[in-house]
């Protein structure tokens, strides 16, 4: 890579929620990017859970379904259009559950970075197909790692998951838990048997605007619907007093920038807020938001999710800091389904 120029950036699951996010930021920066989405039809949307909407792939753009043939470009740098929903960035399709397809894609993208961002995300999916999950969150990912092999220069950062970022010998609580925990040691033991810069990210509960499935998203879309005349059925929560901590995405994206452009090789970074926030404290913010009556069903039921300070000092040590309060955030994020 020149010296003088900016890093051409591969970002996989860029039509999720952070993808969006980072798509957006990276662009905006001067990055070339190349933003991975799911090689998938319409018919595997679900409108309504709280997801981002899976991109058309090959066969909804162009008539030729996508196949053996590999990864299709979908939009050229630039070509995104406000309120399409499509990330910013030469858009992909791509299986990253295809080995060859993923070699391709590498090979056509040749990036100096690497963002790796897509997996599946549901702790309740994942007791019904605990394999799926590893397919999607470890074995896309090894398939990657194994394609990047052929790149040595490139920097790569792996976002896991803090519920995967057990002690030693403590139970996981949950399939998608241990599918990320697995991800982690992936990502770790090919750097140190390949030596490849490969860096780890453990974000914290990320919110802010853009179509998220977290607690927060879902607050913010039922008051949206709320105040536009939507159903009054109480919004279910497990209590008013468990805690986790909240970043929001955009500083999350700051932060997977220094990571990958200042992270020590084989080092995990956590990232967060450092501080922990009930869920009865994200309810009164939203009230302050909105004039609109927000009923509650609250089952009073703990999590079987251990929660734990997030130390992000290894971050901060690199130059990075969260800018965003916690109610622009929220505030954001209502705004966002206000507009959708």
Same mark, same amino acid.
């Given at each position: 890579?020149?010296?003088?120029?900016?890093?051409?950036?591969?970002?996989? /699951?860029?039509?999720?929620?952070?993808?969006?996010?980072?798509?957006?930021?990276?662009?905006? =920066?001067?990055?070339?990017?190349?933003?991975?989405?799911?090689?998938?039809?319409?018919?595997?949307? =679900?409108?309504?859970?709280?997801?981002?909407?899976?991109?058309?792939?090959?066969?909804?753009?162009?008539?030729?379904? +996508?196949?053996?043939?590999? +990864?299709?470009?979908?939009?050229?740098?630039?070509?995104?259009?406000?309120?399409?929903?499509?990330?910013?960035?030469?858009?992909?399709?791509?299986?990253?559950?295809?080995?060859?397809?993923?070699?391709?894609?590498?090979?056509?993208?040749?990036?100096?970075?690497?963002?790796?961002?897509?997996?599946?995300?549901?702790?309740?999916?994942?007791?019904?197909?605990?394999?799926?999950?590893?397919?999607?969150?470890?074995?896309?990912?090894?398939?990657?790692?194994?394609?990047?092999?052929?790149?040595?220069?490139?920097?790569?950062?792996?976002?896991?998951?803090?519920?995967?970022?057990?002690?030693?010998?403590?139970?996981?609580?949950?399939?998608?838990?241990?599918?990320?925990?697995?991800?982690?040691?992936?990502?770790?033991?090919?750097?140190?048997?390949?030596?490849?810069?490969?860096?780890?990210?453990?974000?914290?509960?990320?919110? /802010?605007?853009?179509?998220?499935?977290?607690?927060?998203?879902?607050?913010?879309?039922?008051?949206?619907?709320?105040?536009?005349?939507?159903?009054?059925?109480?919004?279910?929560?497990?209590?008013?007093?468990?805690?986790?901590?909240?970043?929001?995405?955009?500083?999350?994206?700051?932060?997977?920038?220094?990571?990958?452009?200042?992270?020590?090789?084989?080092?995990?970074?956590?990232?967060?807020?450092?501080?922990?926030?009930?869920?009865?404290?994200?309810?009164?913010?939203?009230?302050?938001?909105?004039?609109?009556?927000?009923?509650?069903?609250?089952?009073?039921?703990?999590?079987?999710?251990?929660?734990?300070?997030?130390?992000?000092?290894?971050? =901060?040590?690199?130059?990075?800091?969260?800018?965003?309060?916690?109610?622009?955030?929220?505030?954001?994020?209502?705004?966002?389904?206000?507009?959708?």
């Amino acid at each position: 890579m020149d010296v003088c120029a900016m890093p051409r950036i591969l970002i996989t /699951g860029a039509g999720g929620f952070t993808g969006r996010a980072a798509c957006d930021y990276f662009v905006s =920066k001067g990055y070339e990017v190349a933003a991975v989405v799911r090689n998938e039809g319409p018919a595997h949307a =679900k409108p309504g859970n709280g997801e981002a909407p899976v991109v058309p792939h090959r066969e909804d753009v162009s008539g030729v379904p +996508p196949g053996p043939n590999g +990864p299709s470009v979908l939009q050229e740098p630039g070509s995104a259009k406000p309120g399409t929903g499509m990330p910013a960035g030469k858009l992909y399709a791509c299986d990253l559950t295809r080995r060859e397809d993923v070699e391709r894609l590498v090979a056509e993208t040749g990036p100096d970075w690497v963002l790796h961002l897509a997996g599946r995300n549901s702790v309740t999916e994942s007791w019904q197909d605990p394999a799926a999950f590893l397919q999607a969150n470890l074995m896309a990912s090894v398939y990657l790692l194994e394609a990047l092999r052929t790149r040595p220069g490139t920097r790569i950062l792996v976002a896991g998951s803090m519920l995967g970022a057990a002690e030693p010998g403590e139970p996981l609580p949950h399939p998608y838990g241990f599918s990320k925990m697995l991800l982690l040691y992936a990502a770790r033991s090919w750097h140190r048997w390949f030596s490849q810069q490969i860096m780890v990210a453990l974000p914290s509960n990320l919110v /802010g605007p853009g179509p998220s499935g977290g607690i927060c998203g879902l607050l913010a879309r039922k008051i949206a619907a709320l105040e536009k005349g939507g159903p009054s059925e109480p919004f279910r929560l497990s209590s008013l007093g468990e805690e986790r901590d909240y970043l929001d995405v955009r500083d999350a994206v700051s932060a997977y920038e220094t990571i990958l452009g200042h992270g020590e090789p084989g080092a995990v970074y956590r990232i967060g807020s450092e501080r922990l926030r009930p869920l009865g404290e994200i309810v009164s913010v939203f009230r302050s938001l909105s004039p609109a009556a927000l009923p509650l069903e609250v089952e009073n039921k703990p999590r079987p999710d251990p929660v734990r300070p997030v130390d992000v000092s290894a971050l =901060k040590a690199l130059g990075w800091s969260a800018r965003i309060s916690f109610e622009t955030s929220l505030s954001d994020a209502l705004e966002y389904y206000r507009r959708n």
